[in-house]
C-alpha cells in the first residue's frame, strides 16, 4: 500500500507514512476511471493517517537555562596568607573528584581536571518535557542527552591565587566545560564554555515548536567546591 519510514526528531524515532504513487498505480492496471478513484481515496487516506501520525507522534516543550555571570560564583577573597590558601587547596584538591594536571606555586596556578557519567551535577541545559508515547520525561535537558545519547562531561579547572597583603589573598576559579552528546547525523552536538558563559548549538530535527538550538550553562558545583573548602 505505502512505504513506513523512521524520521527523528530531537534524537527519539516516530512513524511517518508516505504512499508509493507509482506502486499503486503499478497495481491496479490495466487503468479505469474506477480504478484510478480507487486510487485516489487510497491515497487521501494513507496520506490523513500519516498526518495524524506525524502530529500525534511527540510533543515537547523546551524552556532554556538562564546565564549568570555572577562573580561570586568562582571568586573569593579571603583572610589568609597566601602559603596557607595553597596548601589548602592542593590538600583538597588531592581528596575530591578533581585531578591535579598541573600547580606552579610561583605563578599561583593550579589546574585541574574533572569528568563526570552525570553531567547535570554540573551544568544545566533548562527544561525539557518530551513524550512520544513511549517515553516520558520532564527535567533537566541535559540529563535527557545523558540517558538517551550517552552525554558526558569533560572538564579543566584553573585555579589562581593572588596575594594581596600578607594576610589577604584572592582566589579565582575559570572552569572549561566540554559537553557531547549523540547526534542523529552519526557524529556528536559538543557544547564548550567557560565559568561565567554558556554555549548555545543548533540542532537538526528538532520537535516543532521547541526551537532550533540548545543552550547549555554552567551551575557552578565545580567552582564552589573550591570556594567553599576555602
Not at 102 to 113: A, H, P
Not at 133 to 138: L, R, V, Y
Not at 176 to 196: C, E, H
Amino acid at each position: 500500500m505505502g512505504q513506513v519510514f523512521i524520521t527523528a526528531v530531537d534524537g527519539i524515532e516516530c512513524l511517518k507514512v508516505k504512499a508509493d504513487a507509482k506502486t499503486e498505480a503499478g497495481r491496479n492496471k490495466p487503468h479505469s476511471r474506477r480504478a484510478d478513484l480507487k486510487l485516489r481515496n487510497l491515497l487521501v487516506a494513507v496520506f490523513v493517517s500519516s498526518v495524524v501520525l506525524l502530529t500525534g507522534c511527540v510533543s515537547a516543550d523546551y524552556a532554556p537555562p538562564t546565564a549568570s555571570n555572577d562573580t561570586s560564583n568562582y571568586t573569593k577573597i579571603v583572610k589568609r596568607s597566601y602559603d596557607d590558601v595553597w596548601d589548602s587547596l592542593i590538600q583538597y584538591s588531592a581528596g575530591t573528584f578533581f585531578a591535579i594536571d598541573n600547580f606552579e606555586k610561583d605563578s599561583g596556578l593550579i589546574t585541574l581536571d574533572f569528568g563526570s557519567g552525570e553531567p547535570e551535577r554540573f551544568i544545566t541545559g533548562g527544561h525539557w518535557k518530551f513524550s512520544n508515547g513511549t517515553i516520558n520525561f520532564d527535567g533537566e535537558y541535559v540529563e535527557f542527552l545523558s540517558r538517551r545519547h550517552g552525554g558526558k562531561l569533560n572538564g579543566k579547572m584553573n585555579i589562581v591565587v593572588t596575594k594581596i597583603d600578607a594576610e589577604t589573598s584572592k582566589i579565582t576559579v575559570n572552569a572549561r566545560y566540554i559537553f557531547s552528546a549523540g547526534s542523529q547525523q552519526g557524529g556528536y552536538n559538543t557544547w564548550t564554555f567557560d565559568s561565567g558563559s554558556c554555549d548555545v548549538v543548533s540542532i537538526t530535527n528538532a520537535v516543532p515548536g521547541t526551537g532550533s538550538s540548545r543552550t547549555i550553562c554552567a551551575i557552578y558545583k565545580a567552582e564552589k567546591a573550591i570556594l567553599s573548602a576555602m
